[in-house]
């Protein structure tokens, strides 16, 4: 197996990783809820993105639920000692496969102690918070409660670092003054770029930013200029997409996900790629035009 190469990297906490690693969320069924269509397929992926040289795995066991979790660990376990497992608790799935909120203590404690579980760790490297306070973005109110609660049971040593995840500014520095957070992770790409000055601002601080659907999620991102630059580049438009958010600050880190070993290869390719001024100025003008 090839490895892709990835010369720059960024600290996760007290571990440092390259900046495009993988998410598992599109391991689960149809919506994120259920079995995988393939589950050799699935466990392939997992398999080629560790020999290619990916560090770390976004993860959550409220995807499936229980499912990706479940076939990382069938999967790779043991674990490498370079592999970084981030994964995030705060929501669950009804029973028809909607996202509810998961913040009472009891649901939080449970829910480090199934990822630990399903994952077979004895310590969970980066949980975050996902805030669930509208499912459709930010959405401002207190997170100190349930904060509180993850900073309680990192005290405990089942988790080593807190993020946060679907926050706006604010909650950020509310976070801020209870624990240490060392990423945050908010929805954001080439056509989506709500979050431009926080980047800024958290790479001031060394703090990681991921961001979530950085291909534009359940919808791909569609525009003619990056097609456009794509073409002449001689690559993909999504390995385009990839490789702006690289650009765009150092401490941008990478989770695209897939259920395609040939996909996944494809979005490592895209650490490789360089892209020219006049690509950027480009690229830069997507969001204006959205």
Not at 82 to 90: Q, R
Not at 115 to 131: A, E, I, K, Q, S
Not at 255 to 279: F, K, M, Q, W, Y
Request: proline share 6%; hydrophobic share 45%; charged share 20%.
């Amino acid at each position: 197996m090839p490895s892709i190469q990835q010369p720059e990297t960024f600290a996760l906490g007290s571990r440092t990783v390259k900046r495009l690693g993988y998410g598992a969320m599109q391991l689960a069924g149809r919506g994120v809820f259920g079995p995988p269509r393939d589950r050799d397929a699935a466990l392939a992926v997992l398999r080629d993105a560790v020999a290619s040289g990916v560090d770390h795995i976004d993860t959550s066991d409220f995807y499936g639920p229980h499912v990706t979790n479940l076939l990382i660990r069938e999967a790779l376990a043991p674990y490498p000692d370079d592999l970084v497992m981030v994964t995030k608790i705060g929501a669950r799935r009804g029973a028809d496969g909607s996202w509810l909120p998961a913040f009472s203590p009891e649901a939080l404690t449970q829910a480090v102690h199934d990822n630990l579980n399903n994952l077979g760790l004895d310590v969970l490297d980066v949980v975050n918070l996902r805030v669930m306070f509208d499912t459709h973005g930010p959405a401002e109110g207190s997170i100190e409660a349930p904060l509180t609660v993850l900073a309680e049971l990192q005290r405990q040593g089942l988790v080593r670092h807190i993020g946060l995840s679907n926050v706006t500014s604010a909650q950020i520095a509310e976070g801020r003054r209870i624990a240490e957070i060392v990423c945050v992770q908010n929805q954001y790409n080439l056509a989506h770029r709500g979050d431009d000055a926080l980047i800024d601002d958290l790479g001031r601080d060394g703090i990681a930013y991921v961001p979530f659907f950085p291909l534009g999620g359940f919808n791909p991102l569609q525009s003619s200029t990056l097609s456009d630059v794509a073409a002449r580049l001689g690559a993909t438009p999504m390995q385009v997409a990839l490789a702006w958010l690289l650009h765009r600050a150092p401490n941008i880190l990478l989770i695209p996900g897939t259920s395609s070993v040939a996909h996944l290869r494809e979005n490592l390719a895209a650490a490789e790629l360089a892209l020219p001024a006049d690509a950027l100025r480009e690229l830069d003008g997507v969001a204006m035009a959205a």
